[in-house]
């Protein structure tokens, strides 16, 4: 699969556009400030009196409502939470676009489970950083980025391509090398992804060991440093080498105890758990599932949330990070 750098993207089908970011939360402000302070022309589009109004002034940005900053651009990048982007878009976004226009994505979630169905002339592209936006700025700001992805699902202008690739060198992913996909493979394994390993799988794994070494009566502190703080540094190293030279960077204790246990913990059905994780994002159950929880206004996901906060990992691992200055941004 070809990996895509600066040296195949230029700016040139953006030097007379106006991009749209609409939402300046995770991904918006970290898209928006980096797309800006690489020459491009961004405006932002947000509720007034929110949070984010004040923080994009703050930062400098030129600041309009939705529906102005829509009427404004050429290219609207949708950066708002997934559940609600189908309800802005259909009540101030659709109005104002385009022959011509580009309505733009970071993840395809809207367009591939037809939330979202943009009318003739308009192309429809993504940008999606693989990464948390706090990781996207950061690393731009440092003068490198984060990989990513593209995708072009219309392109009614023959120029969707270009200005995708373009967006993502403005946001500093072609530093890192950006990879062309569709918007069915970007959400189908995002969405897999984030379930049943990145955020589901991984923080149920650290639960699990945290709560085996303080049931054992091993202090809180010392099963936080084991189970949570110190998996941040051996992902950084598959991250930076990959697993065959994590596992030289660890002891030949470490090594050997991991090989022989591992499939102990990740077992053949737990295998088959993500499968089945993955065939429900396939067949739309999952996205109905999340479509009926918004519906009724987050019940589940609120209690969850109060849940996840009282963990002890959570108030021990809080304490611990201020007392060792992990707290960095
Ligand atoms: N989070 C991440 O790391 C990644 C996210 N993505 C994708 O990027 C997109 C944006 O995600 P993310 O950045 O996490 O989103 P956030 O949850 O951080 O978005 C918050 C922003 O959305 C605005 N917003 C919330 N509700 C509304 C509303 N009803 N009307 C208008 N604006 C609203 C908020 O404005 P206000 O301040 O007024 O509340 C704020 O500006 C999604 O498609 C996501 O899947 C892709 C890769 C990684
Ligand atoms: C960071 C990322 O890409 C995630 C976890 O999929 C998301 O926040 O949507």
Request: contains cysteine; glycine residues 10%; aromatic residues 8%.
């Amino acid at each position: 699969m070809q990996v895509l750098y600066d040296a195949e993207a230029n700016y040139d089908k953006l030097k007379n556009k106006t991009i749209a970011v609409i939402g300046y939360g995770s991904q918006g402000r970290a898209q928006s400030l980096n797309m800006k302070e690489s020459g491009l022309n961004v405006i932002m589009g947000l509720r007034e009196g929110g949070a984010s109004w004040e923080a994009a002034k703050e930062d400098g940005h030129e600041v309009y409502t939705i529906e102005e900053a829509a009427k404004m651009a050429d290219i609207i990048h949708v950066l708002i939470p997934d559940e609600i982007q189908g309800d802005v878009y259909n009540k101030q976004i659709k109005q104002y676009l385009e022959e011509g226009n580009t309505l733009s994505f970071s993840h395809g979630y809207n367009i591939h489970f037809k939330y979202i169905v943009p009318p003739k002339g308009v192309n429809v592209t993504m940008v999606a950083p693989k990464s948390p936006g706090k990781m996207v700025r950061k690393t731009y700001e440092e003068g490198f980025g984060v990989p990513g992805l593209i995708c072009i699902e219309k392109d009614e202008t023959g120029e969707a391509y270009d200005v995708a690739l373009g967006m993502a060198k403005g946001i500093g992913l072609t530093r890192a090398g950006v990879i062309q996909t569709t918007f069915r493979e970007e959400t189908e394994t995002d969405l897999f992804g984030e379930q049943a390993v990145l955020c589901g799988g991984v923080t149920e794994l650290i639960k699990a060991g945290f709560e085996t070494l303080v049931e054992a009566g091993y202090a809180p502190e010392m099963a936080y440093f084991e189970t949570c703080h110190e998996l941040k540094l051996i992902v950084d190293l598959i991250y930076q080498k990959g697993f065959k030279n994590m596992w030289n960077d660890v002891s030949n204790t470490a090594e050997y105890g991991g090989l022989t246990r591992r499939e102990r913990v990740v077992t053949k059905e737990s295998k088959e758990a993500m499968k089945e994780i993955l065939k429900e994002i396939q067949d739309g159950r999952f996205t109905k599932e999340f479509a009926l929880e918004n519906q009724a206004g987050k019940p589940h996901l609120n209690s969850m949330r109060r849940l996840e906060g009282e963990l002890l990992i959570e108030t021990v691992g809080a304490d611990l990070r201020k007392k060792c200055g992990l707290e960095k941004e």
